[in-house]
């Protein structure tokens, strides 16, 4: 298993490999998104264009359902933006990885005589690698939209989502609050589990030598496939989140 | 696989002002365009339907005059098919009055030549009559007298 490059800096500790990953992604983002949109036409749409819009539609079908499209457009951008950048997010880790082999004590990148001994003298430090492949990105990721969602909820009708913690009988506000909270939790956990464990079968595939690239190939273009499932489900609950808070007491057919 | 509370920030961060970024220069003027288009569907669609209710109208318009112009077609044609054959009436039946007058003033010339021939004849087999009465009574009478005896006698002749 891979070290992460980890200085402590004024007492708080970051993760180099993580914060690239972000800058990265963030990055990548936003230039596809500013080319998709470079020559913006009304009548003659580019492929790119055209692509963008499909991805539009689709996050907008999600919760169109539920909502008028005015009232939607913004929740279509954070839709969109969570899944572009998850998406992308995911597929960073699969092209190559960029690893240091560190054989002496590197104070400042929180290699010491202790963790080098546990290594057999060879600590290996992964630069690169997919921001949602750490927990503590996803977990970033699921707090935005945690905290989105109940404010939402506690926006748009305060009295039933209140409410809603006590349902069917007060009794059950224990079991609420924890359906509450392994939301985000999950939300978290799937998407790093997930990507991590792709992650790590590609790096066991890497010590088979030349024998593992058929397997790589195979595996590759699942991992392709799973990105794009995860970062769907990921935005497909957050829609779904949305649109439960959402709910109101006079629409019988949406309240649970 | 610890977890680095530094990372979860700039995440949040990072994603929001990602959000801020994509929503102000990407998503923005995308959805400006799809409303647009949507728009411009919108308003093409009216524009077909009222193009396609005004080929309907002049469709119905071009029809009735064809239907129009045909009737009359055949009215024209009706009325000439009827103005010939009153006109080739007229002309046999002038023809005929024609060919009846010219027959009839025919046989009134024939009537009076044959009249004239008579009475040529008569006033010549009076003469005749007179030269041979005169030769055969040898009695000398005038001519005057002769002829009123011999018109007396031939009109008797001719009575019988």
Redesign the interface.
């Known amino acids: 298993m891979h070290l992460f490059p980890i200085v402590e800096f004024m007492g708080i500790r970051f993760d180099l490999s993580a914060i690239i990953a972000i800058v990265v992604t963030s990055i990548i983002v936003l230039v596809l998104a500013r080319l998709s949109v470079r020559n913006l036409s009304v009548e003659n749409p580019s492929k790119m264009q055209n692509f963008m819009e499909w991805i539009i539609e689709f996050v907008h079908s999600t919760i169109a359902s539920t909502m008028p499209f005015e009232k939607a457009k913004k929740f279509v951008s954070l839709g969109m933006t969570i899944i572009v950048f998850i998406f992308v997010g995911n597929l960073l880790g699969l092209p190559f990885q960029i690893v240091t082999e560190a054989t002496t004590e590197i104070e400042w990148l929180g290699i010491t005589q202790a963790v080098l001994d546990s290594h057999d003298g060879h600590a290996h430090i992964a630069w690169w690698k997919s921001p949602t492949a750490d927990l503590s990105v996803t977990a970033g990721l699921a707090l935005v939209v945690f905290i989105i969602v109940h404010s939402l909820g506690l926006k748009w009708n305060k009295k039933h989502y209140l409410k809603h913690y006590f349902e069917p009988y007060p009794i059950f506000f224990p079991i609420n609050l924890i359906e509450t909270l392994a939301k985000p939790l999950t939300l978290a956990l799937r998407l790093y589990a997930n990507i991590l464990a792709g992650e790590i079968l590609i790096t066991t595939i890497l010590m088979l030598g030349g024998w593992g690239v058929p397997f790589m190939m195979v595996w590759q273009g699942f991992s392709i496939f799973v990105g794009a499932i995860q970062a769907f489900l990921f935005t497909i609950l957050t829609m779904v989140y949305i649109s439960q808070a959402a709910v109101h007491e006079d629409d019988p057919a949406l309240s649970h | 696989?610890d977890?680095?509370?530094?990372?979860?920030?700039?995440?949040?961060i990072?994603?929001?002002?990602?959000?801020w970024?994509?929503?102000k220069?990407?998503?923005g003027?995308?959805?400006g365009?799809?409303e647009?288009?949507r728009e411009?569907i919108k308003e093409q669609m009216n524009a077909a339907e009222t193009s396609r209710n005004a080929a309907e109208a002049s469709m119905a318009e071009q029809k009735a005059a064809l239907d129009e112009a045909r009737k009359e077609a055949y009215a024209i044609l009706e009325q000439a098919r009827a103005t010939s054959s009153k006109q080739a009436d007229e002309i046999v039946t002038s023809a005929k009055n024609e060919a009846a007058r010219l027959k009839d003033e025919a046989l009134k010339d024939i009537e009076s030549e044959k009249n004239k021939a008579i009475s040529a004849l008569r006033t010549e087999v009076g003469g005749i009559s007179v030269q041979i009465a005169s030769k055969i009574i040898e009695k000398q009478v005038d001519e005057k007298s002769q002829e009123e005896i011999v018109n007396k006698y031939l009109k008797e002749v001719g009575s019988k």
Request: positive net charge; glycine residues 0%.
């Open positions: 696989m977890i680095v509370m530094s990372s979860t920030l700039i995440t949040i990072a994603f929001l002002l990602l959000l970024l994509l929503n220069y990407a998503f003027p995308l959805f365009v799809m647009k288009r411009l």
